[in-house]
């Protein structure tokens, strides 16, 4: 498995912005399929982009044009930037990869695709 250690949570008002960093200890970013996750209270944890071992994206329909995915494949971290958030995108953000595969595919927003994981870091966004 891929280890990895999420950081750059935090607080923010609404309309700022944030970068989360995901290193991976274990194995390069690329080619991996990566993405982000986000789990708010109460609801299921939902897919909020994806990257393949090419560097296609496929972004959720709430995040697209705010959010960007980005990868240092020199020092083996994944980024996400997030501008212009929003209260509702407040929620606990996960680092996953699907290591071992080179495509996300079109199942990358379902959780099981994937298989490692990082420990989750708090986004609160205030109103």
């Known amino acids: 498995q891929v280890q990895l250690v999420e950081s750059g949570g935090g607080s923010v008002q609404s309309g700022g912005s944030l970068r989360l960093s995901c290193a991976a200890s274990?194995?390069?970013?690329?080619?991996?399929?990566m993405g982000w996750f986000r789990q708010a209270p109460g609801k299921e944890r939902e897919g909020v982009v994806a990257?393949?071992?090419?560097?296609?994206?496929t972004y959720a329909d709430s995040v697209q044009g705010r959010f960007t995915i980005s990868q240092d494949n020199a020092r083996n971290t994944l980024y996400l930037q997030m501008n212009s958030l929003k209260p509702e995108d407040t929620a606990m953000y996960y680092c996953?990869?699907?290591?071992?595969?080179?495509?996300?595919?079109?199942?990358?927003?379902?959780?099981?695709?994937?298989?490692?994981w990082g420990q989750g870091t708090q986004v609160t966004v205030s109103s």
């Open positions: 274990r194995y390069t970013v690329s080619p991996y399929c």
């Open positions: 990257i393949d071992g090419d560097g296609t994206t």
């Open positions: 996953a990869a699907r290591a071992g595969y080179w495509r996300c595919g079109g199942s990358w927003k379902f959780p099981d695709q994937y298989n490692s």
